[in-house]
């Protein structure tokens, strides 16, 4: 069992609970269900590594939006779409054998060229053989 911390603000013992709390992003708000530990006097929060991972993905999914890179949701629909494994879509696509692993949970964001890459791709599913004839090529 984890020790409890106490609050820094007034040295009550803090206790785990999921609270409302609000993220912006260039001008757009999000309300996320953040866990963490919280002050029961005072309504300090303290986050662990885990608890920030929350904050993290919910803040990529506003930056995506904003920004207008796919989601992991749709990142998602367009690789099962293509048949892909997470590891073959990072090889074929780019980014490495993880990297869709960490697109789709929100940890990462793809760059503006993967996200382009996948809008022809799920508009042009055939267009997969060409990114396979260049995977099968002898490399020098
Ligand atoms: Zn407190």
């Known amino acids: 069992m ?4 106490m609050c820094h603000e007034d040295g009550t013992e803090m206790v785990r609970d999921v609270r409302p709390v609000e993220f912006s992003y260039k001008g757009q708000t999000m309300t ?8 029961p006097k005072c309504g300090e929060g303290l986050y662990t590594r885990a608890d920030m991972k929350v ?4 803040l990529n999914a506003m930056k995506a939006r904003c920004e207008g890179l796919l989601d992991g949701p749709q990142i998602k629909r367009i690789r099962k779409k293509l048949g892909l ?3 073959a879509a990072g090889d074929l696509i780019g980014g490495g054998p993880k990297a869709f ?3 789709e949970k929100g940890d990462a964001l793809t760059s503006r060229a993967v996200t382009n890459l996948l ?3 799920d508009a042009l599913p055939d ?3 060409i990114l396979r004839e260049n995977q099968d ?3 020098c």
């Open 85 to 87: 494994t997470q590891a």
């Open 119 to 121: 809008k022809v791709l």
């Open 137 to 139: 090529r002898p490399s």
């Open 32 to 39: 996320v269900a953040m866990p963490g530990w919280y002050c």
């Open 2 to 5: 984890e020790t409890h911390p």
């Open 55 to 58: 904050s993290d993905r919910a």
């Open 101 to 103: 692993t960490k697109y």
């Open 127 to 129: 267009a997969l053989t």
